[in-house]
């Protein structure tokens, strides 16, 4: 079955990259996508890949796609405090079908 | 920017109780959603809608839900006879195609 997986936690300084990775099972996924979840607030969407793309960069954000280890991760640069949040990966599988399967979510924590 | 509007943004029931949860969708996509967060979990998706029909759902889409689109704008998540355990936060989301789907900030549903 599709799951998707992340790590809880992450603490950085302000001005350090961030790396929040996430793995997932189902390898026909067509699209990954990455969410911002600030309190109180909705799902912001940031940014998404295609399955055929490595790589995708938009101003500070980067992400990497390794389809043979089923794993991919946002990079952050010069993160600041208002990055604070939980940042959901998410993914899509098969033609046709647009349901999304959320991870739980990275808690970014960003120390002055 | 166009964005998804939700309201309420807090909504208290009784137990058995019918509720309605309103959306907004973006107002040139044609691709609505709903997805639930019970405090703690993963965000889960529920149903999709196309073209005036449920294109996909999930096995917690069961006979109590139901959607709606009543006019040209609005999107509706009904549950008939609501249980405790429907307590969450509901979130709409809308695309324009296959790509990109967009949040509302969500209805927090507490069900007594």
């Known amino acids: 079955g599709e799951d998707v997986e992340q790590s809880l936690f992450l603490s950085v300084r302000e001005g350090d990259s961030s790396v929040i990775n996430c793995t997932y099972t189902d390898s026909s996924s067509t699209y990954l996508y990455w969410y911002k979840q600030e309190p109180g607030a909705g799902l912001q969407l940031l940014t998404y890949i295609f399955s055929n793309m490595d790589m995708k960069q938009d101003q500070r954000l980067t992400v990497l796609l390794n389809k043979k280890d089923k794993h991919l991760s946002l990079r952050i640069a010069d993160t600041q405090t208002g990055d604070s949040a939980i940042y959901f990966c998410?993914?899509?599988?098969?033609?046709?079908?647009?349901?999304?399967?959320f991870g739980s979510g990275t808690r970014l924590q960003v120390q002055p | 920017e166009p964005e998804v509007t939700q309201t309420p943004s807090h909504q208290v029931t009784q137990m058995g109780q019918e509720v309605i949860l309103r959306c907004v969708p973006i107002s040139n996509h044609l691709y609505f959603y709903w997805y639930r967060q019970i405090l703690g979990q993963k965000v889960e998706f529920l149903v999709s809608f196309y073209n005036n029909e449920i294109s996909e759902k999930s096995e917690i889409f069961d006979d109590q839900f139901s959607v709606e689109r009543p006019d040209g704008s609005n999107f509706t998540l009904k549950i008939r006879s609501t249980k405790l355990e429907d307590s969450a936060m509901y979130f709409c989301?809308?695309?324009?195609?296959?790509?990109?789907?967009?949040f509302g900030p969500g209805t927090r549903l507490t069900v007594l």
């Open positions: 998410a993914e899509s599988i098969g033609t046709g079908r647009r349901a999304l399967t």
């Open positions: 989301a809308s695309s324009r195609d296959m790509d990109e789907q967009f």
